[in-house]
């Protein structure tokens, strides 16, 4: 019973969370003028191509994973692996980063790849991912290095205004987003116990991160992580050209958003709903958008771009059973 509760409580929680955050962010907001900018307000060409680079972002995962699962003497199908990278992200917004076990799942089921050995190629990509992030992060801070500080002031996160924190709405969003990490790392590390009790496993997770050395074609493996990260990019910037109150803002400060996000939704919460409008909305008003008119633009891209992973994770379990049936 106590078992059961746990994994209630792990999976309700992310949730809870994301609805708190929301609504605080959202208390004041007028939603009756959604539909209006919907139907007459934004671009919907500009969305479609954003969407675009967002499809392309999983296409060229899916195409590196398998590039490292080849040195392990695997050769799953190039659409299972991208089957697999659509499941994962639409897992995620249920259970908030279990979508690298279930791509491990997918290509174990249809490909009879290692489960183990597919998890050490997961935990590579993650490292790669991390040194990725902060490689954009440092190149974007030292260009727009006013308005980091200006967010932190905004915040409350800056050392002089620590004695204000208590009275900043923001600095409780703070907490419980960093609370919200931590439960993660908990779990993980829990994860990480019960995997090293399992022969073999721990073995085939390092078979599985040392694959990287072997991989050939590294000018391809290099440009296909180059292009996830300008899809991923693209995927949001594109979005600032749907609406007039957002066109004229400089592909600076989408890097400044695109890097405020890409830290938010480390929060686990479903697609990082509630943190990362909280970054966002925060880091367009300093570039002079309004309150109103950040949280719109939050809302709407944040909403249409959880449904496309919908889309995709349904079309990707669906592909993945027709085409291995």
Wanted: hydrophobic fraction near 55%; aromatic fraction near 16%; proline fraction near 3%.
């Amino acid at each position: 019973m106590n078992k059961l509760l746990k994994e209630i409580l792990s999976a309700l929680l992310p949730i809870a969370l994301g609805v708190f955050i929301m609504y605080w962010v959202y208390r004041d907001f007028d939603f009756d003028r959604v539909g209006d900018v919907l139907l007459h307000g934004m671009s919907w060409g500009w969305m479609l191509l954003s969407l675009f680079f967002g499809v392309m972002s999983h296409v060229f995962r899916g195409w590196r994973w398998k590039q490292t699962l080849v040195p392990l003497g695997v050769y799953p199908r190039t659409g299972n692996c991208v089957d697999a990278i659509f499941v994962s992200y639409a897992t995620n917004l249920v259970l908030p980063r279990v979508g690298e076990v279930s791509r491990c799942g997918v290509l174990a089921r249809y490909d009879k790849v290692s489960f183990a050995k597919s998890l050490g190629t997961v935990v590579t990509e993650r490292l790669l991912d991390g040194i990725c992030v902060l490689l954009i992060t440092g190149a974007t801070f030292l260009l727009q290095m006013p308005v980091f500080l200006r967010f932190f002031q905004e915040t409350g996160t800056k050392i002089p205004s620590l004695l204000h924190l208590l009275t900043s709405p923001w600095f409780y969003v703070s907490l419980f987003s960093v609370i919200g990490v931590g439960v993660l790392l908990y779990y993980l590390l829990r994860m990480l116990s019960v995997y090293e009790k399992v022969k073999g496993v721990v073995r085939g997770v390092c078979e599985g991160i040392l694959s990287l050395r072997q991989v050939s074609q590294m000018g391809l493996f290099i440009f296909y992580t180059v292009a996830i990260w300008a899809c991923y990019f693209l995927h949001f910037y594109l979005t600032f050209f749907c609406f007039g109150f957002t066109e004229s803002l400089s592909l600076l400060a989408g890097l400044v958003m695109f890097v405020g996000g890409t830290f938010a939704v480390i929060v686990p919460t479903p697609n990082g709903a509630g943190p990362w409008h909280f970054a966002v909305i925060t880091m367009m008003m300093l570039y002079g958008v309004s309150d109103a008119d950040a949280s719109m633009f939050a809302l709407i891209v944040h909403g249409i771009q959880t449904l496309l992973v919908i889309v995709l994770g349904v079309y990707g379990w669906l592909h993945a059973m027709w085409a291995n049936r």
